[in-house]
């Protein structure tokens, strides 16, 4: 059974930043495109960024620029490095996984980690 266990949230003043970590479990991590979303109160879940296989990476227009996306395949980690953190960027943060056979991301999700950016 897939299991996600995100870290690395907290609190930052804006214009700071924050490297979110996510270790799965479940998978043969380097066979799944590898995501991140976030979910602010009231709001949809969003994706934000992917990571391939092969380390191409896309981004939401709102943080190109500002966060960078990795995996170490070794780990089972994804990471999310966080910089010039804005108000809007507060949200729950969760990772997913996409088979490159079916095209769908997993239907399970971890507890998230919370990124709150406040002054």
């Known amino acids: 059974q897939v299991q996600f266990v995100e870290s690395g949230g907290g609190l930052v003043q804006p214009g700071g930043s924050l490297r979110l970590s996510c270790a799965a479990s479940g998978i043969i991590f380097s066979d799944y495109v590898m995501g991140w979303y976030r979910q602010a109160p009231g709001k949809q879940r969003e994706l934000v960024a992917t990571?391939?296989?092969?380390?191409?990476?896309t981004y939401v227009d709102s943080v190109k620029g500002r966060f960078t996306i990795s995996r170490d395949n070794a780990k089972n980690t994804v990471y999310l490095q966080m910089n010039s953190l804005m108000f809007e960027d507060t949200a729950v943060y969760y990772c997913?996984?996409?088979?490159?056979?079916?095209?769908?991301?997993?239907?399970?999700w971890g507890q998230g980690t919370q990124v709150t950016v406040s002054s």
């Open positions: 990571i391939n296989t092969r380390n191409k990476t």
């Open positions: 997913n996984a996409r088979s490159l056979y079916s095209g769908s991301w997993m239907g399970s």
